[in-house]
């Protein structure tokens, strides 16, 4: 084993938790394009986004020029619950895969929800509970996200309906059972409970649904209830801001031993939990401080930054939501049942995207979900925790890049985010263990047919 | 919200993690009742238990005089891993029960084996491994164990069996697949593979198993092999021993605060958890330094401290293991399904038997499972953390000792040992939730049953 010149954990105190999230887009000389009115094809105001997310949601959307944005006591209270997340060195990794690299990784999930996306959960449930909302309309796949935001109505005391994926619900009645425990009401979707749902099913009759069409159901129920909003868990400004505590954190505990990373790598399903890690490293960069090289991994399923097209698209599939910039696969098209259903999303962070377009975010790349399972059991045999499929894709560009290192002899600095665990997805491990899991890599058909959905 | 005066989770620094395990029988006056050799009736040697046990593990087992014992460095990297473990004081749970009284959780589940399991299952495959030995083998209940030790094995390099209670490997098959994915090999039980499985499956066909039934198989399976050794998951004095890190660690912890425990509370299956969190807090009691009161809890199903006999009884339902003196309801009875599956042992430490006998541990008591469950859901909601079915028995007691501090007005400090997540019960929790879910109290009957079996 290496001299250890780090602790195996860096627990940073309760008072180091941030006070403020940084909004990446203040310090961007080239923000993203303006959200769009999907009516009107203009941008869109604070009026019309207030019927459908709460008021501070809203303003943290728009707000392209504030650096910094105060956490408020509620939920810095919240925080405490789980934060501060650990930072990790990944000693037993480095020396399995003798590596001279130095591999850190910033460790989301140790709380219940089992991922990063208890961050913007806590923040969402606290300003709907603030502004006097009794319930909350979100959707979910994989079931992370709607774990977390269970998590959080439970604790702020908010009725909360979640529109599950119908196979996912189906494939993880475990992930409905955590919900449910924790007070939510679990929808598979499509459902015949809103109209977005009824066309889905008349149309496609068994369908097992997908992350659209359940935000459809979502946005339309959110809508047409009173005292009630709709919560999305990645994509948008909001919640990138709320994520930016990962990244803050990990610059801080790596501060305190003197280290800086050279590669930052996180997976990108809807952006949130690279655009929080990468955050303050990417201040450094757009002020010319510091030049870490970022990267972006996502599933050879599900290619949006590798294959996807620059363009302004929905966020659903029935059309409802407002039009964001980004790189898409189109919002009809449906991606292959890969087991990383965190990002099984066909659009991307707007952030995101336009980092990307303008070359700050360096590389974006994709990994097969066989190479990524079998990169996510070298990660428990050595660093003891078992890693959700989606975080699976961090480790294997991390670990390839460490590869790299022992061939070249260098010893770079590696950061990447561990977004969660995968207790809740034994059933794709079976199959990788198994020797029955498959690639799925679309077809240029495949997705030149999403693409003629794009406006 | 109370005002807050430490941390809601404590972290000790890497370098606070215990270097020396306590061994809580040295400082015992009268010393728990000797092992038995089960064919001569005579106390146990040293070379009657080497062809069971690791050389290491065997003499901490006899150890009765040393109270501090090395951790080994091996073993100390493999702890840094996932220790020091949180130490949480329940301000939201406090809250919600409007109490004065200071609730303190040790929680051990924020590692991949989701429990305390670990810290014994480490020690006891590096032990293995100095010694030279090849592949170990075990039994597990709900798969706690079983996980543990795949992990501990995984890492060093050791092949394993885990001979798994048949019901569970078919209600659990994703604890299956866990271990499984450490690189161990799991085996229904009973089982064709050895004399004590083939005659439970002649005697009683289509049996579920037991975990006396797992022991019995797993312990002459190491028997019968070359290179290889048994390992238990608990029960055992030096198993009690390993887990004195959970107990050490958190008496640091709250002395950083000036704080001591009124009342510590663990729940108490084959004692390894309840022994580990007591060990220093007792240790104080014995040299008539402190006089903390010490509960432990029991599932009604299942309850050998509170209806069992103090007498000499085997840990196994074939009778191959050596003697102990301890609170048993008999090596043949056989538990009804409760959910905690880490509880439904008929039997419980030596240690732990003799410090009850003397009225050393205060109090032992019962509780049913769904006022378990009650409680269980209840911790999740207000503290984040969704508990395994048996550390929701302690939290059931912390919860009724904070409800009679609100009646009293007494500000009791409160320590409970959390020591596990509950991912892989949601199947319980689910029939907990659709109001299926019944208490199981055996019958006197039931009891006198087993008793008839005893020496």
């Known amino acids: 084993m290496k001299e250890q010149t780090v602790p195996y954990k860096i627990h940073l105190a309760e008072n180091e938790i941030p006070r403020r999230w940084y909004n990446l887009r203040a310090d961007m000389k080239e923000k993203p394009e303006p959200i769009l009115n999907p009516a009107t094809k203009k941008p869109i105001t604070r009026e019309e986004l207030l019927?459908?997310?709460?008021?501070?949601?809203?303003?943290?959307?728009?707000n392209e020029t504030d650096p910094f944005i105060d956490i408020p006591a509620?939920?810095?209270?919240?925080?405490k619950m789980y934060r501060p997340s650990p930072l990790v060195r990944a000693y037993c990794l480095e020396e399995a895969l003798e590596t001279p690299a130095k591999i850190y990784y910033k460790f989301e999930g140790g709380n219940t929800s089992g991922s990063h996306k208890l961050n913007s959960a806590a923040a969402q449930a606290w300003y709907a509970?603030?502004?006097?909302?009794?319930?909350?309309?979100?959707?979910?796949?994989?079931g992370q996200w709607g774990t977390a935001l269970s998590m959080a109505c439970g604790y702020f005391g908010i009725d909360l309906d979640v529109y599950m994926v119908k196979v996912s619900s189906e494939q993880k009645p475990y992930r409905k059972a955590v919900m449910e425990t924790f007070g939510a009401r679990v929808i598979p979707s499509p459902s015949d409970t809103t109209a977005a749902g009824r066309k889905i099913l008349s149309d496609n009759p068994g369908t097992g649904g997908s992350l659209g069409c359940?935000?459809?159901?979502?946005?339309?129920?959110?809508?047409?209830?009173?005292?009630?909003?709709?919560?999305?868990g990645s994509v948008l400004n909001h919640v990138v801001l709320h994520q930016s505590v990962i990244g803050l954190e990990s610059k801080t505990a790596m501060e305190k031993y003197g280290e800086y990373p050279?590669?930052?790598?996180?997976?990108?399903?809807?952006?949130?939990?690279?655009?929080?890690?990468?955050?303050?490293?990417?201040?450094?960069?757009?002020?010319?401080?510091?030049?870490?090289?970022?990267?972006?991994?996502?599933?050879a399923s599900c290619p949006s930054l590798t294959r996807g097209r620059y363009a302004y698209d929905h966020g659903d599939t029935a059309g409802i939501t407002p039009l964001m910039k980004m790189y898409t696969l189109g919002s009809r098209f449906i991606p292959s049942p890969n087991h990383a259903g965190g990002l099984r999303y066909h659009g991307m962070s707007?952030?995101?995207?336009?980092?990307?377009?303008?070359?700050l975010i360096d590389e974006a790349r994709t990994a097969g979900q066989t190479s990524v399972f079998e990169a996510a059991t070298l990660f428990a045999k050595y660093e003891g925790t078992l890693p959700a499929p989606e975080s699976?894709?961090?480790?294997?560009?991390?670990?390839?890049?460490?590869?790299?290192?022992?061939?070249?002899?260098?010893?770079?600095?590696i950061l990447f985010g561990l977004t969660g665990t995968g207790y809740f997805d034994m059933a794709a491990y079976m199959s990788y263990k198994s020797g029955q899991m498959t690639d799925y890599i679309p077809t240029d058909e495949d997705l030149e047919a999403g693409f003629a959905g794009l406006l």
């Open 51 to 62: 019927p459908l997310f709460c008021e501070e949601c809203v303003d943290q959307e728009l």
């Open 74 to 79: 509620e939920i810095l209270d919240f925080y």
């Open 129 to 142: 509970k603030k502004q006097g909302i009794t319930r909350l309309t979100t959707e979910t796949g994989a």
């Open 214 to 232: 359940a935000i459809s159901e979502a946005v339309e129920a959110a809508m047409s209830a009173g005292n009630c909003r709709y919560v999305l």
């Open 262 to 299: 050279d590669i930052v790598i996180g997976c990108a399903g809807g952006g949130s939990n690279l655009g929080g890690l990468m955050a303050p490293f990417m201040r450094d960069r757009l002020r010319g401080e510091r030049n870490p090289y970022f990267i972006a991994v996502e599933p």
């Open 350 to 359: 707007s952030i995101l995207s336009k980092l990307y377009h303008d070359g």
């Open 392 to 413: 699976a894709h961090a480790i294997k560009a991390a670990v390839d890049e460490a590869v790299k290192c022992r061939e070249t002899g260098e010893a770079k600095t």
